[in-house]
């Protein structure tokens, strides 16, 4: 069974940094291109960044490039974004999807930026 798990986010003024986990199991992040995408209050989900099965060339939304980057831990199995100089308008929840399909993500964990 397909599984992703999110976890990191939480309440954070502007500028500040969050790291975010998503936990996978059921099959293996190496092996399928991985998506972060989020949702903000009231908004549809919009794509955020993506890492390619089996290689590092990641791509970025533009509003959040320099700024956010994508990775993955192959032995641990967990796919991760790391949120620098974060902006109120970053604020939403956050999923990872198996294969960038919208439909296979997890539960999300939210992420609030805010003075």
């Known amino acids: 069974e397909v599984q992703l798990v999110e976890s990191g986010g939480g309440l954070v003024q502007p500028g500040g940094s969050l790291r975010l986990s998503c936990a996978a199991s059921g099959f293996s992040v190496k092996s399928y291109t991985m998506c972060w995408v989020r949702q903000a209050p009231g908004k549809g989900l919009e794509w955020v960044s993506l890492i390619p099965a089996g290689g590092d060339s990641t791509a970025y939304i533009e509003s959040v490039k320099g700024r956010f980057t994508i990775s993955r831990d192959n032995a641990k199995n967990t796919l991760y974004l790391q949120l620098n100089s974060l902006k109120t308008e970053d604020t939403a929840m956050y999923y990872c999807?198996?294969?960038?399909?919208?439909?296979?993500r997890g539960q999300g964990t939210q992420v609030t930026v805010s003075s």
């Open positions: 999807t198996k294969d960038c399909i919208y439909t296979q």
